[in-house]
């Protein structure tokens, strides 16, 4: 692994953004980061955060257009309330400030918490939970469904919102809708190693996958001898679309969980947008590429978001981040 030792490796990685990218504010003490021209006057705010490991996810998503900070906790671990509330603060100019939470147990416990702490500082708080993964109702780390690939989708929409000047309101709304309208499936087909334990998390035999992975490596729905692309592109969509429902068309994450290739990831695109053509689903706007992490695990996973005209041009409207970037 290209680390120093386990115990530092949140901190480095913050120190390595910091020098990066000097339009964020870093502060590696407290693992807090945001747009250096926060607060931005008259706009609602976007703050997010989770256990490290799901790397650009979130880090990577702050600045214009999407959010405003973002709280890094240990690997696969929650960041604590002190830095949700210390990170609202400093973005807050006024408007208020949008909490995204993935339905993880810890991250809605200290979220939670952290609203209300913010709130008797005078901060107005708002929550929105994602919770898009149709593998499984329940896991290890949650109670009901997995945060997973919408939170990409929810954070830049809302972000537009917000961008926009839109009140908080009305940027809840729109996260709301978009976490309604997306569902997310996860395949793995090979394990993640995390640093403290420089092994593998779950034990996935050669030759086989795990449909319905978690981004922690909670299992899902089965395990299967290897597939092919076209086999699981079949497999995913259609569990995406069976739980989806609706009309019209779908802006398509094809999301890499770490470890597999770019070539692999468009092969599979490729395959997604297949069965997609196949059922009639037309496709709006397709992005490829890791955004939502698990380490160094080898996989991907599928999220499907219905999109109305406005949707997709908050979608389309201006980003600048360290890992989402048109239009300006």
Same mark, same amino acid.
């Given at each position: ?19 990066? @990218? ?6 590696? =003490? ?17 703050? #997010?955060? *989770?256990? #490290? $490991?799901?790397?650009?996810? @979130? ?29 609202? #603060?400093?973005?807050?100019? !006024? ?53 997973? !690939? ?8 809302? *972000?537009?919102?917000? =961008? ?21 499936? $996860? ?28 981004? @922690? ?29 609706? @009309? ?52 991907? #996973? ?6 109305? =005209? ?19």
């Amino acid at each position: 692994m290209l680390i120093n030792v386990p115990e530092t490796v949140v901190a480095d990685a913050l120190r390595g953004i910091a020098a990066a @990218h000097p339009e964020l504010t870093v502060d590696v =003490e407290h693992r807090i980061v945001v747009r250096r021209d926060a607060p931005v006057e008259g706009k609602v705010a976007l703050v #997010s955060g *989770g256990g #490290s $490991g799901h790397e650009p996810l @979130h880090a990577g998503f702050v600045g214009p257009g999407m959010l405003a900070a973002a709280c890094a906790g240990e690997v696969f671990t929650s960041p604590v309330p002190d830095q949700m509330v210390r990170a609202a #603060s400093a973005v807050d100019s !006024g408007r208020g400030v949008l909490f995204v939470v993935k339905n993880y147990t810890g991250d809605v416990l200290n979220f939670e918490m952290a609203a209300e702490l913010a709130e008797d500082e005078g901060v107005q708080v708002a929550k929105v939970l994602v919770d898009d993964d149709v593998a499984v109702s329940d896991s290890t780390y949650t109670a009901g469904r997995r945060g997973t !690939g919408a939170t990409l989708f929810v954070e830049k929409i809302a *972000g537009a919102a917000a =961008e926009e000047g839109a009140p908080l309101e009305r940027v809840e709304a729109i996260a709301r809708q978009v976490n309604a309208a997306s569902r997310s499936f $996860g395949v793995a087909l090979g394990a993640c190693t995390t640093p403290a334990k420089g092994s593998p998390t779950f034990d996935l035999p050669p030759g086989e996958l795990e449909l319905g992975v978690g981004i @922690h490596g909670e299992p899902g729905r089965e395990r299967r001898p290897m597939m092919t692309s076209r086999e699981i592109a079949d497999f995913a969509v259609d569990a995406v679309l069976e739980d989806l429902g609706g @009309h019209g068309p779908v802006l398509v994450l094809v999301n890499g969980m770490g470890a597999t290739p770019l070539l692999e990831l468009y092969g599979f695109n490729a395959e997604v947008q297949r069965v997609l053509g196949e059922r009639r689903v037309p496709v709006a706007r397709t992005l490829v590429g890791n955004y939502v992490t698990s380490l160094d695990m080898a996989g991907c #996973s599928v999220t499907l978001c219905r999109a109305d =005209e406005e949707l997709l041009r908050l979608w389309d409207a201006p980003v600048r981040t360290a890992a989402l970037r048109w239009g300006v």
